[in-house]
């Protein structure tokens, strides 16, 4: 049941995204030729590796899955590419985590079916050519702001994801709990979708939780009460908020309650990377009106923030 779909026809949401993938897998097919380069971008769990994989899927190709902050070298990726054969799709996921040597690697590599293999080090080094076969490569990543302007200029097509609506959630949910043969009400579906943060990977956690506490405490049907004890097991609050945003709201609310706070002195306060913050933390929390962010003056939070964190017992 945790398996990813292989079809489109098994991917549920992102309407826009799939739409466009089929006009160019259709178009590719057509040519006899392998599909442009893609970047994916989206928030964490939105389904960048899953539609990566399903790509490769339609379009008969070997998938090869790379990561961005595992490669450390430009050799790494040169050795990488070597093995790249005649209508793959090259995966990197996290692309804005390749270092910067890396990524002026790929820029030959995208642009011009080229890679450069150093051979020996020091005054004998030489550096050979070789060209690649026809191939695809997809970047996925969650900061499409910290990709290098040149590497993503290379990309032909960017598909942005964006978080799923409640009836695709329900949807997603509804097939979760058939599949794993777990008796459920249908009330539980919207309650769940509400705890995710529209965001796929989330929701089935909470499916999982939901299940297990029912197992666990031989309560039968999965119910929004079943579900409410196992969130609140997790550490997973409503809005589906977790131990990150609530230590967030508590900084902000707390410690400097009316006064705005700049990031860097967010990030340095909360040991987070502020990138971190502004991508992942920020935009669901100012979404629900509980930080306002100023530009030029920082972040507070609001009188909404306190009155949640009162009624969620966190303060």
């Given at each position: 049941m945790d398996e990813r779909p292989l079809s489109f026809e098994g991917f549920r949401g992102q309407?826009?995204?799939?739409?466009?993938?089929?006009?160019?897998?259709?178009?590719?097919?057509?040519?006899?030729?392998?599909?442009?380069?893609?970047?994916?971008?989206?928030?964490?769990?939105?389904?960048?590796?899953?539609?990566?994989?399903?790509?490769?899927?339609?379009?008969?190709?070997?998938?090869?899955?790379?990561?961005?902050?595992?490669?450390?070298?430009?050799?790494?990726?040169?050795?990488?590419?070597?093995?790249?054969?005649?209508?793959?799709?090259?995966?990197?996921?996290?692309?804005?985590?390749?270092?910067?040597?890396?990524?002026e690697r790929l820029y030959t590599a995208l642009e011009d079916g080229r890679v450069e293999f150093l051979l020996g080090s020091g005054p004998e080094a030489e550096t050979i050519s070789q060209t690649l076969p026809p191939c695809t490569f997809i970047g996925a990543t969650t900061d499409p702001g910290g990709i290098a302007p040149p590497l993503l200029d290379r990309f032909k097509s960017h598909i942005r994801l964006v978080p799923y609506s409640e009836a695709e959630l329900c949807g997603i949910a509804h097939d979760w709990f058939t599949a794993a043969g777990v008796e459920f009400t249908p009330e539980v579906l919207p309650y769940l979708a509400a705890r995710c943060k529209g965001v796929p990977r989330r929701l089935k956690s909470a499916c999982e939780w939901a299940r297990d506490t029912a197992l666990a405490y031989r309560l039968g049907v999965v119910t929004p009460e079943v579900a409410e004890r196992g969130l609140r097991e997790a550490g997973i609050h409503q809005h589906g908020l977790d131990a990150a945003d609530i230590q967030y709201l508590r900084y902000l609310a707390l410690q400097r309650a009316g006064e705005f706070v700049g990031l860097r002195t967010l990030a340095s306060a909360l040991n987070t990377p502020a990138r971190t913050l502004e991508l992942l933390i920020e935009p669901e929390l100012a979404r629900l009106g509980f930080v306002d962010v100023a530009q030029g003056r920082g972040r507070k939070a609001t009188e909404r923030a306190s009155l949640y964190l009162a009624q969620e017992g966190v303060i």
């Open positions: 309407v826009a995204a799939v739409r466009a993938l089929k006009v160019r897998i259709s178009a590719a097919l057509q040519r006899g030729r392998p599909l442009g380069h893609l970047l994916l971008s989206g928030p964490p769990g939105t389904g960048k590796t899953t539609l990566a994989g399903i790509v490769a899927h339609h379009m008969g190709a070997r998938l090869i899955v790379s990561h961005g902050r595992s490669t450390c070298s430009a050799d790494d990726m040169a050795g990488s590419l070597g093995c790249i054969a005649e209508g793959d799709v090259f995966f990197i996921d996290e692309i804005h985590g390749l270092p910067l040597q890396v990524e």
